[in-house]
């Protein structure tokens, strides 16, 4: 059983071009975030929804819009695609909010490539 | 605001050998402290975390990891390293009051030799 599973998990695309990357965790959690690993690897959250509602957007460009239709699904779509977005997303879900000594559960991670 | 250093980009150690991976933290309330690992091509594995209590934590896989807040630090460690230990090791904290966001060290990579 996944636990947090993302889709797709390569993504290979021209520059100005527009997609979408699925997540969906089956642990029952309230919350949900997207992070942005660069070629460095280093982890940046960009946003974090809780119960469907947007908690957390951390100066992301508003070329990236998250969508989070229910508690178990957390989507992120991408407009007009650059070539410094080109990187590995990871999403992840914990448990509670405010109750933030929760562990995340991370996605296996989608890697984007802007051509 | 909060913050997380690793100051090491990559750690060696042979197998069998006790390994060490650092971490300072910088807070202004109460921190919550987590490890992660991740291996290539893979997502992040939760490790262990501090909360409150023992200063000793213990968690998956025999890591452990110590809580010094006079140091400010969590540094990981494992008893003998073994060769699939080889792995990027994130540390990562987040204050009582952050709404969850957890702001992660830039990570150490650990190869563990035969």
């Not at chain 2, 807040?69 to 904290?93: E, G, I, M, N, R």
Request: hydrophobic share 35%; proline share 5%.
């Amino acid at each position: 059983d996944t636990a947090v599973s993302q889709t797709p998990k390569y993504l290979v695309t021209q520059m100005g071009n527009d997609k979408s990357i699925k997540c969906e965790q089956n642990l029952g959690h309230d919350t949900m975030y997207w992070y942005k690993q660069d070629s460095k690897k280093f982890l940046k959250i960009m946003f974090s929804y809780n119960n469907k509602e947007l908690i957390i957007n951390e100066t992301v460009p508003n070329r990236f819009s998250p969508k989070s239709p229910d508690k178990a699904h957390l989507n992120l779509h991408i407009n007009s695609l650059e070539l410094g977005d080109s990187a590995v997303y990871f999403c992840a879900s914990s448990q509670g909010l405010m109750s933030s000594y929760n562990e995340q559960f991370f996605g296996p991670g989608t890697r984007l490539t802007v051509l | 605001a909060q913050s997380v250093a690793q100051p090491e980009d990559q750690v060696n150690v042979a197998e069998g050998n006790p390994l060490t991976v650092k971490c300072t933290y910088s807070v202004s309330g109460n921190p919550y402290l987590f490890w992660y690992v991740q291996y290539p091509n893979r997502g992040l594995q939760f490790l262990l975390k501090y909360i409150t209590g023992d200063n000793l934590v213990k968690g998956s896989y025999g890591f452990e990891a110590e809580f010094n807040k006079s140091q400010t630090s969590f540094h990981l460690k494992k008893p003998s390293a073994l060769v699939s230990d080889s792995a990027l090791y994130f540390c990562a904290v987040r204050e009582t009051d952050s709404w969850g966001k957890l702001q992660f060290g830039a990570g150490t990579q650990v190869v563990v030799t035969p």
